[in-house]
Nanobody, 119 residues
Framework: QVQLVESGGGLVQAGGSLRLSCAAS????????MGWYRQAPGQQRELVAR???????NYADSVKGRFTISRDNTKNTVYLQMNSLKPEDTAVYFC?????????????WGQGTQVTVSS
């Protein structure tokens, strides 16, 4: 049994900031890359940012320069610092973990946290 517990979503005005956190726990044997995806109403889920265990990162073009992903491997936690938020950033944000348990390999998903940016 694994858990991905997300926190930090909410309502913010355009230009504001939010910080998302996702803590992975349970029977993980290994955790490789961690990341954030988002899904707006009527849209497909899309990658926002990803970070490998050593710390290499990649971002969607739409968030480059505004969002920063980081992780704490001692806590199996990934963070997403979101600055200069825009209304088009409004979506449900999902934590994603690539890893494995004794039973199966990933990906593993969090339950999602709503981010709403008002204009």
């Amino acid at each position: 049994q694994v858990q991905l517990v997300e926190s930090g979503g909410g309502l913010v005005q355009a230009g504001g900031s939010l910080r998302l956190s996702c803590a992975a726990s349970g029977s993980f044997v290994s955790i490789d890359s961690m990341g954030w995806y988002r899904q707006a109403p009527g849209q497909q889920r899309e990658l926002v940012a990803r970070i490998t265990r050593p710390g290499s990162t990649n971002y969607a073009d739409s968030v480059k320069g505004r969002f920063t992903i980081s992780r704490d491997n001692t806590k199996n936690t990934v963070y997403l610092q979101m600055n200069s938020l825009k209304p088009e950033d409004t979506a449900v944000y999902f934590c994603n973990v690539q890893g494995s348990t004794w039973i199966r390999g990933g990906p593993f998903w969090g339950q999602g946290t709503q981010v709403t940016v008002s204009s």
